[in-house]
């Protein structure tokens, strides 16, 4: 009974749901919520309206998009995204499919990611959740300036705004040195 206790406490996976409100869940072995945490100001607003513990992740991720407290920062151009990180390859592709193809995801426009485990406990030390702290490593490689602190302050779409940028950036100059 008490190693049934202890398995269903400790944390196998997580999702991450990033617009500006950036929220995650940590899910056990039987993908239910052990914990929510904010990782600014609005996702803390979000989750104070919502217990989502003990919750199949499918539930909880519907309940906080469907909640009164996010819906205002769901709009299209919002970079609605969700990152899944887990232990197992399978695990985070299933976790992910899930989430791909939910409402809160296909009606708000949303992106479902992977996000290697590893990176889980660094973007947690950096205070940003697990997706929020993928984005800014993608941006990292186009931009060394850009800094942890940086992407605290904005938004998902600020963030692949850059990255987009960046990249656009980055065609152009190969297909200038492709024409010389």
């Known amino acids: 009974g008490t190693g049934g206790y202890v398995l269903a406490k400790i944390p196998v996976s997580y999702v991450s749901i990033d617009v500006n409100p950036s929220i995650e869940l940590a899910l056990n072995r039987f993908d239910r919520v052990i914990y929510a945490a904010a990782y600014n100001r609005d996702g803390e607003n979000v989750l ?7 919750m199949r992740y499918n539930d909880a991720v519907d309940a906080v998009m469907e909640s009164d407290a996010m819906q205002p920062y769901l709009s299209a151009e919002a ?8 232990g197992s390859g399978r695990k985070a592709d299933a976790l992910q ?17 992977s996000a290697d485990i590893g990176i889980v406990e660094e973007a947690h030390e950096n205070g940003l959740s697990t997706g929020k702290y993928a984005a800014y490593q993608v941006l990292r ?9 940086d992407c605290h302050d904005m938004t998902m779409a600020e963030i692949y705004g850059l990255i987009q940028c960046h ?14």
């Open 48 to 54: 104070n309206t919502l217990s989502l513990n003990g």
């Open 79 to 86: 970079g609605l995204t969700f990152t899944v990180a887990a």
């Open 97 to 113: 499919t899930e989430i791909a193809s939910s409402s809160g995801c296909l009606k708000y426009g949303g992106t479902s990611l």
């Open 141 to 149: 490689q186009y931009d060394g300036t850009v800094t942890v602190q």
């Open 167 to 180: 990249k656009s950036g980055h065609e152009n100059d190969q297909q200038e040195k492709g024409h010389k």
